[in-house]
């Protein structure tokens, strides 16, 4: 029986300390980041970085065309037609050996994987401060009652907005993984045809999408914070007290 009492002892505890947590979080924590963010986002890293500061070459040379040449016996112009004349006999082509990279491997873009050392922790707390909110409106809400759920209906409300924002946070970090499979696969095309420069373009293309996806990536952070820090401040009594202790008299 004792081991019972202090298994849950424990378990109350785990509780207060989460509570007392989440309250700090929401009171001191939120407006320290959303004004950290609006600082971070008014960097030059962020606010006056030009789409060609992320161009990074890809050491994918060039290289020298090849020399076609016809192994037909020569002969006279009136022996073969002109159709006939022009062709080359492809079988004899080698191709151009460009998967080996003579350069060395190509990396990736330095200055995106800069963003991405900044962007990530901020998605990361995020995804960790909305679980933390989850946890805290769960523990508050009481037992179900018939009547008088007006507060445990914004206690619901509330935890819904607070999941929605989890969810899309965690959907930031595979946004960052499908870049860099993206890339992967444009860089390949590359490598096999180094002559055809759409495929150096698409690379700057999916850069520059990038850049301004973690812009927005961090933008949205921080909208998250001041929605959330809004809608619990605005509710805060609700939220801790869903059902009122004087509800007998209003009968």
């Not at 006939?84 to 190509?106: C, E, F, H, Q, Y």
């Not at 993984?177 to 373009?201: E, G, L, N, T």
């Not at 301004?212 to 007290?241: A, F, Q």
Request: net charge negative; with cysteine; aromatic share 8%.
């Amino acid at each position: 029986m004792g081991e019972v009492d202090d298994t849950a002892k424990k378990v109350q505890e785990y509780k207060d300390n989460l509570i007392k947590k989440a309250e700090e979080l929401i009171i001191k924590g939120f407006p320290e980041k959303i004004v950290k963010l609006n600082d971070l986002l008014s960097t030059p890293q962020f606010s006056e970085r030009n789409f060609s500061d992320v161009y990074q070459d890809l050491n994918i040379p060039v290289p020298d065309p090849i020399e076609l040449n016809n192994t037909e016996p020569m002969k006279s112009e009136s022996d073969e037609p002109t159709a006939k004349r022009s062709r080359i006999d492809l079988s004899t082509i080698s191709g151009t050996r460009v998967m080996a990279l003579p350069n060395g491997r190509v990396q990736c873009n330095t200055p995106i994987c800069e963003l991405i050392k900044v962007v990530k922790p901020v998605i990361r707390a995020l995804v960790e401060d909305s679980n933390l909110l989850k946890m805290w409106i769960s523990f508050m809400i009481p037992k179900i009652e018939d009547g008088n759920n007006f507060g445990v209906s914004i206690q619901e409300d509330t935890l819904a907005e607070i999941q929605s924002v989890e969810t899309e946070a965690a959907a930031f970090f595979d946004q960052i993984s499908r870049y860099f499979v993206s890339r992967a696969k444009v860089v390949s095309k590359v490598a096999k045809y180094p002559h055809i420069d759409d495929y150096r373009r698409a690379v700057q293309e999916l850069d520059e999408k990038e850049f301004l996806s973690l812009w927005l990536v961090l933008s949205e952070v921080r909208n998250r914070y001041c929605s959330l820090h809004d809608i619990v401040i605005k509710n805060m009594e609700k939220l801790k007290k869903p059902r009122s202790s004087n509800a007998e008299s209003l009968y």
